[in-house]
């Protein structure tokens, strides 16, 4: 795919990226293996609970920690990007890990004393997160989208993965609820789903996905009529849009969620730093993971210790080996917060919202 190279400060010039394809791609591998399995008699809801987890267990430390370990070095990268000071003082450095840690501390609290609450900002988190980390990598939005285009796209982006799952399989919320919360569903029968099936929260869901999505397709063909320069990335993007979908309504969302998390979502982000810290540089993605790795050793090791004390904390709670999985989740709830302001700040550094005036090959909505 081209690069764009547009003077635009909203420059991921790695759209032809293999990095960019490897997501998609593992997920197309995950539901073909989906589909052979019931093909041959075997439904994917039987599959051991150990296959399910194990892309967080092979990705966690090496992609889904790390991508978010880089976020004390942002600050100082966009500094030095627009000509200040690189490096940032002490003082910064302190005032930048306190209130990353006391933002944590915060979400953590609220999965103690309100685990329905905290579940429920975690997953709109989360999607609001996933779209954002989509949405840097569109060409044709940021060459002639306006912001409903930009909207629909991070809302769908974001909420096929989170909020189609809690749909599809509403029991395997409930039990994570449960899970969260350190009840036993043996002894007051099975724990509810968070959306029960009919009700109006239920039926908000499925129009926010249902129309973010409607709006991302119509909106995306009518632009693809107009400006046959998009039409291959429209439909790259639309593609993956559909393979969200399919992925989410079909494979056990904590596989899926693994695979995507790791392989789409984490090393996204990481070629976005690559890019935005060295552009024009094109190692390969394992150089580039392994610069990166490099580079966030330290910060990664310290949030595994971080999760450890919360492991220590918690143990009590901890009754089969799942519930590390589940007391993952929770940590990783917590670093979301503030990864999803510093991610935020990247999307403003590079101009993800600004749209280019009519004339300019852009449009104002
Ligand atoms: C709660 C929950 C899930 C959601 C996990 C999510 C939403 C992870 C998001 C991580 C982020 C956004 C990290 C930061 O970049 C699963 C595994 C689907 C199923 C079990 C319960
Ligand atoms: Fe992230």
Known sequence: MRADRSPSTFDCQARGSIALWLGPLALAGVLIAAGMSEALGVPIRSWPVWVEWLPWVVGLAVLGMPHGAFDHEIGPLLRRLSGRDRSGSLKAHLAFASGYLLLMAAVLLVWWVAPGLALALFLIAAALHFGQGDLVWSRPLRVAGGRIDRLAFLLTRGCVPIVLPVLAFPDLFGEALARFGGQTTASGGPPPPPLPQGTAAWWTAWLLVGGASLTQLIRGVSLASRRADLRRDIAAELGETALLWASFA????????????????????????????????????????????????????????????????????????????????AFLSAVTI???????????????????????GGSIV
């Open 250 to 329: 079909l494979v056990p969302p904590i596989l899926a969620m693994g695979v995507y998390f790791h392989v789409w979502h984490a090393l996204r982000h990481v070629e976005r730093i690559a890019d935005l810290a060295a552009p024009g540089r094109r190692p390969g993605v394992l150089a580039t993971l392994g610069w990166f790795l490099k580079r966030t050793w330290p910060t990664n090791t310290a949030a595994f210790l971080l999760m450890g004390g919360l492991g220590w904390l918690a143990w009590d709670r901890i009754r089969e080996p799942t519930d590390l999985g589940f007391l993952a989740l």
């Open 338 to 360: 503030p990864h999803l302001i510093v991610v935020a700040a990247m999307d403003r550094f590079q101009g993800v919202w600004s749209v280019k005036p009519v004339g300019s």
